[in-house]
């Protein structure tokens, strides 16, 4: 089967699912409060997944690893980490916290300023070990985790409400005002990496192979985790930290499609990424009653894949 066949297919999917979130139970008495109600929830699961399946694509290409996710290296604990320093710092009345645009551009500048010196340290070195950089993610991660986690011992039971949303993935209280200003912040970024998508398909080739060939390695590894920093912070910031998640659906996008063209994969991989999220969802929703969330699904599939990968050393 070829891959615009498989790629149709899915995309024939995501219609269906969302349509069914859209649609079921609509009335010409109430579509209109339920519309207002599920449209932005399907648009942040949407975009959710498109930003974590496509960041986690090409940096698995960058870092040519792979096992390796933007999760893995602590972005998701150095976002609880900010809103929890935030909380700390200027309370839970400040607008840095009650301004949806306002908290959603603060976190969004000091995630990519973070990250940018992080890697500008790393990839500074002319032989930078990958491993070393999983080891430091893992490390910076559990740090980050250590002083949210001490941070809200010293905050009032009350405005620790406040982080609980920041804490725990949930789709459905995705902050509409948020929805929305998020969808032109994430095509910018997709639009950047298409740009260099050719770039990357090369940078499939090896570091040495695709100097060879006239790629900057440095400067694109730098601007690509640039704008994953920014992908990253936009999910993060819509519906909290999602682990596992891109290093699921980027495998099989892999199984699946046979080009290695990435302005193919970054289509194919956002749009399985779609349909695997709202199947989620619906799931969570329909068979367990919301008696779970689709994050802790997706950290227990995804958890055991990583491990299973680890084993078979298959990166």
């Known amino acids: 089967m070829r891959d615009g066949l498989k790629l149709s297919l899915v995309a024939l999917g995501v219609l ?16 209109a409060y339920f519309l207002s109600r599920r449209t932005p ?4 699961i949407a975009l959710a997944a498109i930003a974590i399946s496509a960041s986690s694509l ?3 290409t960058i870092t040519n690893n792979r ?8 972005f998701d604990s150095l976002y609880v980490l900010l809103q929890t320093t935030l909380l700390v710092a200027f309370g839970s009345t400040s607008a840095l916290l009650v301004n949806p645009y306002l908290n959603f551009a603060v976190s969004v500048l000091l995630m ?3 990250a940018s010196v992080l890697f500008t340290l790393y990839f500074r070195r002319h032989r930078a070990n990958i491993y070393t950089l999983l080891l430091i993610g893992i490390v910076l991660g559990s740090v980050f985790g250590s002083i949210s ?22 789709f459905n209280n995705a902050n509409r005002d948020l929805v929305y200003i998020s ?21 499939l080739l090896g570091e040495d192979n695709a100097t060879s060939l006239g790629i900057d390695t440095r400067g694109l590894t730098l601007k690509v985790m ?64 919301f008696e779970t969330t689709v994050s802790v699904i997706i950290n227990f599939v995804g958890g055991s894949y990583f491990l299973y990968l680890l084993t078979k050393n298959k990166f």
């Open 16 to 31: 269906l699912v969302a349509g069914y979130f859209l649609g079921h139970g609509l009335t010409a008495d109430n579509y």
């Open 41 to 44: 929830k399907v648009l942040a």
């Open 58 to 60: 090409v940096f698995q």
């Open 67 to 74: 096992i390796l996710t933007p999760s893995i290296l602590g």
């Open 112 to 114: 990519a300023v973070m």
């Open 149 to 170: 986690q001490f941070f809200t011992l010293l905050v009032d039971p009350s405005e620790f409400a406040v982080l609980q949303d920041a804490m725990f993935a949930s």
């Open 183 to 203: 969808v032109p912040v994430l095509a910018l970024c997709l639009l950047a990496l298409y740009r260099y998508a050719n770039q990357l398909d090369v940078c």
């Open 226 to 289: 640039m704008i994953i920093a920014v992908m990253i912070a936009v999910s993060t910031a819509l519906v909290g930290p999602v682990l596992f998640f891109g290093l699921i659906v980027v495998s099989l996008a892999r199984q699946m499609f046979v080009s290695f063209q990435h302005r193919f994969l970054i289509l194919a991989t956002s749009v399985l990424a779609v349909f695997l999220l709202l199947t989620g969802q619906y799931v969570v929703e329909q068979w367990f009653g």
